[in-house]
Structures are given as C-alpha cells and as structure tokens.
C-alpha cells in the first residue's frame, strides 16, 4: 500500500513537471506567433520604404536641377550640351535614342520570341521541349557587358561589311543584341502564357476540323493574348533600362536623328556618363543626372503600369 501511494506521488510529479514544461513552450510558441507576422510585415514593406526612398532622393535632386533649368527646356530641347560654355540640357535626344533602341530590340525579340513559344508550347515534344528551352534561358544569364562587347567587335563589323555606310558607333548593333538578349523572356512568358490555355479548348478546335496551324493562332494564342501582350511590353521595359550595350556600342554622340546607322545616346548611357566622375557634384549637370534618371523611372513606371493594364483587360478565365 505504501509503494503504491509512492509511485502515484511520483507519477502527479512527473505529470505535473510536464504540463510546466508544456505551459512554458506554449508561451514561448504565442510569443514567437506574435512576433512573425510582425517580421513578415516588415519584409514585405521593405521593397516600398525602398521604392519611396529612390523617388524622395530622385526627386529632390531633380527639384534642384529645374530651379536651374527650365522644365518646358528640358523636355522640349533638341540639344543636350552639358559641358560646353553655354550649356543646354534637352532630353529628347536621349529620349529619341532610348526609343529607337528599344524598338529595334522588339523587332529583334517579337517574332522570333514568340515563333519559339509557339513551337515550345504547341509542336515541340516534352524531351525537346526539356533539351531548348534551358538552352534559351542561357542568354538570359549572359552580363550584359558581354552583350555589349559582343555588338561592338562582332555585330556591328558584321553590319559594316553588308551596309558600308554604318558608323562605327551606331544605334542599329546595340538595339539587335538586345533584341537577342531579351528573347528568353518574351519566350518563356509567352510559354508560360500558352501553357495556361486548357488542353480541352484546343481538342475542341481539333475535333471540329481545324489543323494544328489554325488551332494554335485562331485559339490558343488568342486565349493567351494578355500574357503574351504582357511579355512584349515587360520586353520593352528591359530594353529601356539597359545599360552597358548601349554605353559600349552606341558611343556618346548626343544627336537627335532618326539615322540608325548614327551614333545616339540612351538615358541609361548619359547617366554612366555623368556619374562616371566628370560633373562635380552640385552643379547644374550634377543634378542633370537625377532629371534624367527620374525620366527614365517615369518611363518605365508607365510602361509596368501598361502592362498590368493589359494584363487585366485581356485576361481570360477558364
């Protein structure tokens, strides 16, 4: 009798020293529940208190530059003569340099990225299928410093030999290799655009007589149009920022042309250029650096916007 009253003395205190033991973890499991979601608030407004941080010091700046320069100047300028004795500082000449090679890109990388979606998502079986498309992806983790050493010794002498009257420095090489590079993304986003029409819709226009041909661009690509839509302007955005192609490539001359066989600068150029030590800083050109680049963010920001636009106008759910 005794050892059994000893043995259940022992059991309440064991039973005991566990329930302390599960009470104590369970504060220490409703103290870190409390703290995650505070943690993954602070991660997720991270990108935001990074974003309103470019624009406040973008905007300051360029508030600067237009106490000295005149905004309707700036905009509307065809000259951009940052380090002469009478110094001018139009943008359109970066502008029109950064459209231009953007949309040689896109002649680039339209067809030819959305042609390798078509046979990616439509004709190719799932062993070539699992063999290209890594092979596609490669260019895009190729720097873009190769990209652009690539247009200037090879490209644009390939150009020189065919069209003579091409300068060394030219517009027309930078914006075709960045056509080339931003291929894989027009490509795999198409892809991916593609793949999410229901295989029924498309054995519905098989079953009704129509061919594969007639299948994919009557139906498939039509269902896909927001994605595909969206793939062409992210594209575009990707060529408006880039960067060292053109620097390399394109040279410095700062003309307004529509000659794409002329050397032209692009936003992202001008502000290496002047970010690479020439301007001291807090003088006019200084602060010509934040103008632009607060341009270029404009620019882009409403391209993004576009394509979420579209995106949404066009989408289809199934």
């Known amino acids: 009798m005794a050892l059994n009253s000893k043995l259940a003395k022992e059991n309440n205190v064991q039973v005991r020293e566990m329930i302390e033991q599960k009470q104590k973890s369970r504060s220490f499991l409703t103290i870190f529940e409390k703290i995650i979601p505070i943690l993954l608030f602070l991660f997720a407004t991270l990108s935001i208190i990074t974003t309103i941080g470019i624009i406040y010091t973008l905007l300051i700046e360029t508030i600067h530059f237009f106490s000295a320069v005149p905004i309707w100047d700036f905009f509307s300028g065809t000259n951009l003569k940052p380090l002469s004795q009478n110094p001018e ?28 979606a078509i046979y990616l998502s439509e004709y190719a079986s799932d062993k070539v299928r699992r063999i290209l498309k890594p092979l596609l ?85 039509p269902a896909a149009l927001s994605g595909i839509i969206s793939s062409f302007v992210l594209g575009i955005s990707r060529a408006i920022g880039e960067t060292m192609i053109v620097t ?14 002329q050397s032209m600068q692009t936003m992202t150029a001008y502000i290496v250029e002047v970010a690479g030590g020439e301007a001291p800083a807090g003088s ?28 949404r106008k066009f989408r289809e759910e199934y």
Do not use: H, Q
């Open 89 to 116: 500082f139009g943008v359109l000449p970066l502008l029109n340099g950064t459209i231009i090679s953007s949309l040689i890109a896109m002649l680039v990388a339209g067809p030819i990225g959305l042609m390798a």
């Open 137 to 221: 992806e490669v260019l895009a983790g190729i720097p873009t410093i190769v990209y652009g050493f690539f247009a200037f010794t090879f490209v644009t002498p390939v150009i020189r030999s065919i069209w003579p009257d091409v300068a060394a420095t030219n517009i027309l090489s930078p914006g075709i290799v960045m056509g080339v590079m931003i291929i894989p993304m027009i490509a795999s986003l198409s892809e991916d655009a593609m793949n999410a029409v229901p295989n029924s819709i498309r054995e519905g226009a098989l079953a009704m007589g129509a061919t594969k041909l007639e299948s994919t661009f009557k139906i498939v690509i």
């Open 284 to 311: 006019t050109i200084y602060y010509s650096l934040y103008a632009v680049a607060m341009t270029l963010f404009v620019f882009t920001l409403i391209m993004n916007l576009l394509a979420r636009y579209i995106s």
């Open 248 to 261: 390399i490539a394109s040279g410095s001359s700062k003309n307004f042309t529509f000659d794409i066989t």
